[in-house]
Structure formats: structure tokens, C-alpha cells
């Protein structure tokens, strides 16, 4: 069976870090681009940031910019999420997928979504 399961989320004060995880089953993560994305209730999903399958290469959103890194970890077969300086238009539910087309413009990220999990919720207050 081909699982994706996020985890590290909690609840985290302004200014504050966490680390996502994306792991897989059944497959191997370092033949897609994965990519993390992010919804509120009553918003859009978000596209938060993409690593490509080929050469590991990066986008982020305009909103986290500077602030989140992604990065691969194949031994482990996983992706990660690390978030620093959390700022509470952070929170929300944090979704990762593997990824089919990806359109970048003006730092909105925007993703095809192929393969997802079931989300891990990110809480940024005080």
C-alpha cells in the first residue's frame, strides 16, 4: 500500500520552530517531487514549497520565503519542513504530496498534488 504520513506538528509560540516530516511506504520518495502545502478552514490550500526529483532544487512561497527550508533525507525516506520564526498566519493543517506540474509566479506557488497525506496541524500562538 502507497502511504505519505506528515508528522511533527504541535502547537508552537510566535518566533518559535518546528520540523515537519513527510515519510512514505511503498515507495521511494526520491522518485517524485514532493512538495508541502498548507489550508485553513475558509482558505484556499496554499502551495508552501516544492524539491524537485532530479536535482533536488527548491521553491518557496512568497509568505515563507527565508523562513522554511525543505530538504530530502533518502536514507531515511523522507522530506522535511524545518520552520523558523513561526508566525501565527502560519498556522494551519500542513498537507505533503508528490507533486505533477508546478507554476511559480509573482511567489505564489502553485502545485498538482498527486499522492497525499492525511495532513499534521501546525499551531502558532501565544
Known amino acids: 500500500q502507497v502511504t505519505l504520513v506528515e508528522s511533527g506538528g504541535g502547537s508552537v509560540q510566535p518566533g518559535g520552530s518546528l520540523r515537519l516530516s513527510c515519510t512514505a511506504s511503498?515507495?521511494?520518495?526520491?522518485?517524485?517531487?514532493i512538495g508541502w502545502f498548507r489550508q485553513t478552514p475558509g482558505k484556499e490550500r496554499e502551495g508552501v514549497s516544492r524539491i524537485s526529483r532530479n536535482d533536488d532544487s527548491t521553491l518557496y512561497a512568497g509568505s515563507v520565503k527565508g523562513r522554511f527550508t525543505i530538504s530530502r533525507d533518502k536514507a531515511n525516506n523522507a522530506v522535511y519542513l524545518q520552520m523558523n520564526s513561526l508566525k501565527p498566519e502560519d498556522t494551519a493543517v500542513y498537507y505533503c504530496?508528490?507533486?505533477?506540474?508546478?507554476?511559480?509566479?509573482?511567489?505564489?506557488?502553485?502545485?498538482?498534488?498527486?499522492?497525499w497525506g492525511k495532513g499534521t496541524l501546525v499551531t502558532v500562538s501565544t
Open positions: 504530496a508528490t507533486i505533477g506540474g508546478t507554476t511559480f509566479t509573482a511567489g505564489n506557488l502553485n502545485m498538482d498534488g498527486i499522492q
Open positions: 511503498g515507495f521511494d520518495l526520491a522518485n517524485y517531487a
